[in-house]
């Protein structure tokens, strides 16, 4: 069974930085052609923050992540990291980690997912 595991959220001033980790079991990351990033602020929809390839060679951003945020993997750790700077309040949502074989900014691509950590940035 596969299992995604979200951490390093929290409450932070806006303009610092947060990285968030997500560690999977049962399979690992190399094994998917991409795992993702996914937030969801409440009441809106859940949309896609960042990607990156298998090999890593291959990351997508979010047009408002660009130039803050890098998305990293360590396949001996099979761990994927989101490295967020320069946060936002608008950048507050449960952040989801998701792993698959689709496109890269599709949600409905992804198989798994993790149970999220919440991400809050105050003004």
């Known amino acids: 069974q596969v299992q995604l595991v979200e951490s390093g959220g929290g409450l932070v001033q806006a303009g610092t930085s947060l990285r968030l980790s997500c560690v999977a079991s049962?399979?690992?990351?190399?094994?998917?052609?991409?795992v993702g990033w996914f937030r969801q602020a409440p009441g809106k929809e859940r949309e896609f923050v960042a990607a990156i390839s298998s090999s890593g060679d291959s990351t997508y951003y979010r047009d408002s992540v660009k130039g803050r945020g890098t998305i990293s993997r360590d396949n001996a750790k099979n761990t994927v990291y989101l490295q967020m700077n320069s946060l936002r309040p608008e950048d507050t949502a449960v952040y989801y980690c998701?792993?698959?074989?689709?496109?890269?900014?599709?949600?409905?691509?992804?198989?798994?997912w993790g149970q999220g950590t919440q991400v809050t940035v105050s003004s």
């Open positions: 998701t792993a698959g074989w689709g496109a890269p900014r599709d949600a409905g691509a992804y198989r798994y």
């Open positions: 049962g399979r690992t990351f190399s094994s998917f052609s991409m």
